[in-house]
Antibody, heavy 119, light 113 residues
Framework: QVQLVESGGGVVQPGRSLRLSCAAS????????IHWVRQAPGKGLEWVAL????????YCTDSVKGRFTLSRDNSKNMVFLQMNNLRAEDTAVYYC????????????WGQGTLVIVSS | DIVMTQSPDSLAVSLGERATINCRSS????????????LAWYQQKPGQPPKLLIY???TRESGVPDRFSGSGSGTDFTLTISGLQAEDVAVYYC?????????FGGGTKVEIK
């Protein structure tokens, strides 16, 4: 079955960097785009970014442009979210999600990893 | 950006009764090229990640009970739970996948009355 496992979260000071990983299994990884969606404590869902199936295209929300970048290693079924210049408002649980019938649909989700940006 | 507005913020329904959640998009999410509505519904139970319930506004994801149904036009959509069960207590979100940035409604919390 489809499995997505995030890792790399933790507590980091404002302005510092963190790299999240998403390990995938149970599907043909190179065929699907992978999204990151975040959820601040007690709040709703916010889409963060998408990397296309081949890694050649990335899309992200305005609030992270220039600070967050995505990459993927299709030989290892991994996606990475590099987060630089972190801000307090980036504090959230970060989920990776596999696209579905549409590339912008979140068909399967990981359990999430918590990022806390605090001094 | 397409703004998604859900109502109500919360509702309490008796077991076995119907729950109705509304979602409005600030612009149409109906794609003229394929006549498909780019609208999905997710369920999030406490401490869990969201789960896809409905896509293309009315197509149930595999394994989702048929008491969950979706409907709607280009801008106004509804998620209906016919015969609420205890395990349906959750927050429900609508999402447009018509274009980026992908956006969600604020969520509707469903509880048992």
């Amino acid at each position: 079955q489809v499995q997505l496992v995030e890792s790399g979260g933790g507590v980091v000071q404002p302005g510092r960097s963190l790299r999240l990983s998403c390990a995938a299994s149970g599907f043909t990884f190179p065929d699907y785009g992978i999204h990151w969606v975040r959820q601040a404590p007690g709040k709703g869902l916010e889409w963060v970014a998408l990397i296309s199936y081949d890694g050649n295209n990335q899309y992200c929300t305005d609030s992270v442009k220039g600070r967050f970048t995505l990459s993927r290693d299709n030989s290892k079924n991994m996606v990475f979210l590099q987060m630089n210049n972190l801000r307090a408002e980036d504090t959230a649980v970060y989920y990776c999600a596999k696209s579905g019938e549409s590339k912008n649909l979140f068909q399967h989700w990981g359990q999430g990893t918590l990022v806390i940006v605090s001094s | 950006d397409i703004v998604m507005t859900q109502s109500p913020d919360s509702l309490a329904v008796s077991l076995g009764e119907r729950a109705t959640i509304n979602c409005r998009s600030s612009q149409s999410v109906l794609h003229s090229s394929n006549n498909k509505k780019y609208l999905a519904w997710y369920q999030q139970k406490p401490g869990q990640p969201p789960k896809l319930l409905i896509y293309w506004a009315s197509t149930r994801e595999s394994g989702v009970p048929d008491r969950f149904s979706g409907s709607g036009s280009g801008t106004d959509f509804t998620l209906t739970i016919s015969g609420l069960q205890a395990e349906d207590v959750a927050v429900y979100y609508c999402q447009q996948y018509y274009n980026t940035p992908l956006t969600f409604g604020g969520g509707t919390k469903v509880e048992i009355k």
